[in-house]
């Protein structure tokens, strides 16, 4: 991937040069301060090539040559997960790590969720859409309309006014561009009406109650149109923001970002002069990059041994989270010795011992982890998850009766079954490598089927390469270990659509990456999103929560707790959005660099 230029976006003449304060015992991250410090002149520096600034620092302060310490300072991060791509709209939006690390930054939103994770107006807004101001209604022909009133004095950060161009622009983008991630919700709008500037009137062909999840990131019309297919934009660098922070920078190497002196939202103007995140991708680099200073915050997945590694000046929080994991079986993988079959998929499901799984994962993080019994909706928010799977415990009878009926057997009592072509039951499993929770989880299962006759083949990816690139077009499995987020809202329609499953025919557009195809399934979690009425949508929940349990298109394990950590002699503020599916550096804004 091309590097992003370092450039200075309009209607930012105000923004500050390089912070002068110390980066604490920087090591590995000079690279950053380097790049920094070709921004702004120094009467010190001597003139090299520009690509290289240098930076000299002093032996005695640690502070570079020609700066000083009195200022907002520098705010550095360890990013666990590093993008491979940033275009909002394709499989480059797939990794959770590109909103947390990047376009939760600079996109605007409509609606948004608070700290208590329920959806309200944002800035972007003058109200949030009710019936009583008209700004919600169903016609006599079931179509439903939704208005929003645009704040008129929201701006991009080139000073060009957020209008309903924009919503109309981010609609069409989602439809039109070339691979893209996710059309739910999006296709059933028929119009955005965009006449006046400050009103988008939307039209759906039926009531979608999940609307608040729609625009959660509005794009610019001004900055990647005309054309409404985005694909070839914006997928190395951010050119215009309409959020708190202004990209200086995005590479394999780092993040750099600026506030946005000019932004609307006055409460959110950021407080320190710049922040630096950098790939620290696996647990002990994130731990140890904190340790020596290197880093003030991180968000690392839970990893067994927190408590007793997260020593000194550094501290935790770890909360109820957002993402639910479980064992993700895709049916069309390529690489499959036999079908997934529904006895399968129910056999490996009763191999496990979910409840174990659960301790060895978290039981060092949060007491008593309970196990995940539903599969798409999170038992912190509402009463959506029902106990649909937990007929699944491990019993080694029910795994040979479901085998044996579709012609397996097992010659060896002690070795794997085999089915009538002669293919053993192994499976290829991947995960993200370096994720020790997730490896220890591979290392006990392994041990755990084992007995039961069922073999695993470990092959494990990077972040980016499992989430940006091989699942977006099917490519891995049949089995993985990740996280997918969850909503308040209860829409499951990207999972479970029938039309979802990306393939070549369809431009490898959809998220439903178990190729589960079961009609009746696919057509309730519609009519989950068309029923208004909270009392319907559950027992339309609990209807699919049963024919999901039944078939078990994947294998839901724990919801996995969010935790951050951070420096308490280095930074102030970490902590008010642990349990936002925003991430926990969603209000970097608001933090503040301590001086030493």
């Known amino acids: 991937m091309d590097s992003a230029r370092l450039h200075a976006p309009s209607g930012n003449a105000d923004v500050a040069c390089p912070p002068r304060r110390p980066l604490r015992r920087l090591g590995a991250l000079m ?6 410090g070709a921004a702004c002149s120094s009467d010190s520096a001597t003139s090299v090539d520009d690509s290289e600034p240098p930076v000299t620092e002093s032996a005695e302060s640690g502070v570079p040559e020609g700066q000083d310490a009195a200022s907002g300072g520098t705010l550095v991060l360890a990013v666990e997960q590093w993008p491979e791509c940033i275009n909002p709209v394709t499989s480059c939006a797939n990794a959770t790590w590109t909103i947390w690390s990047v376009l939760i930054h600079y996109l605007p939103r409509l609606m948004e969720l608070d700290q208590t994770n329920t959806y309200v107006a944002s800035s972007l807004l003058v ?9 919600l209604a169903t016609a006599d022909d079931g179509t439903f309309t939704l208005t929003y009133r645009l704040n008129p004095g929201a701006t991009w950060s080139d000073s060009t006014p957020i209008t309903s161009t924009d919503v109309w622009f981010t ?7 070339t691979g893209t991630l996710s059309t739910i919700g999006l296709d059933l709008i028929t119009d955005v009406d965009h006449s006046d500037p400050h009103t988008a009137v939307i039209t759906f062909s039926e009531p979608y109650a999940p609307w608040p999840t729609l625009f959660s990131g509005l794009l610019p019309a001004h900055e990647l149109g005309p054309d409404t297919d985005i694909a070839d934009k914006w997928n190395d660098e951010i050119t215009v923001s309409g959020g708190p922070w202004i990209q200086e920078e995005w590479n394999q190497e780092q993040h750099i970002m600026v506030p946005n002196r000019t932004y609307w939202d006055t409460e959110r103007i950021p407080l320190v002069d710049w922040v630096v995140m950098v790939p620290r991708e696996d647990t002990d680099s994130e731990l140890l990059a904190l340790q020596t200073g290197e880093a003030m915050a991180a968000l690392p997945q839970p990893f067994p041994g927190a408590r007793e590694r997260i020593t000194g000046d550094l501290t935790f929080e770890v909360a109820e989270g957002t993402y639910m994991e479980g064992l993700w079986i895709n049916q069309d993988a390529p690489e499959r010795r036999f079908d997934m079959t529904r006895n399968v998929r129910q056999a490996v499901a009763y191999a496990l011992d979910r409840a174990q799984i659960g301790e060895v994962a978290l039981g060092t993080i949060v007491a008593d982890p309970p196990v995940l019994q539903c599969a798409g909706w999170n038992p912190g928010f509402g009463p959506w998850c029902q106990d649909d799977f937990a007929r699944y415990t491990q019993d080694a009878a029910k795994v040979a009766e ?27 499993w991947n995960t993200v490598a370096g994720n020790k929770r997730r490896e220890d989880v591979q290392a006990l299962v392994v041990d755990m089927t084992a007995p039961l006759g069922i073999g695993w083949e470990i092959i494990n990816y990077d972040a980016g390469e499992l989430f940006q690139n091989r699942l977006p077009v099917m490519n891995f499995g049949p089995v993985a270990l990740y996280a997918n987020s969850t909503n308040p809202d209860p829409s499951v329609t990207s999972h479970y659509d029938i039309d979802g499953v990306p393939t070549e025919e369809n431009g490898y557009t959809g998220q439903n990456f178990t190729a589960y195809r079961n009609q009746e399934a696919s057509d309730l979690a519609f009519a989950i999103d068309a029923e208004v009425d909270p009392a319907k949508r559950l027992g339309m929940v609990r209807q699919l929560s049963k024919i999901l349990a039944d078939d078990v298109p994947w294998i839901p394990l724990y919801i996995l707790p969010n935790m951050i950590i951070w420096d308490t002699t280095a930074v102030s503020g970490p902590g008010a959005y642990v349990s936002s599916p925003y991430g926990g550096f969603f209000d970097i804004f608001d933090w503040t660099v301590l001086d030493k």
């Open 31 to 36: 690279l950053v301060v380097a790049m920094l």
């Open 127 to 135: 109200e949030a859409p009710t019936v009583a101001n008209g700004g």
């Open 171 to 177: 609609w069409r983008a989602g439809l039109d561009t």
């Open 402 to 428: 479901l085998l044996e009926a579709e012609g397996w057997t097992r010659p060896d009592p002690d070795g794997l079954w085999i089915n009538a072509d002669g293919e053993e039951l192994v499976l290829a």
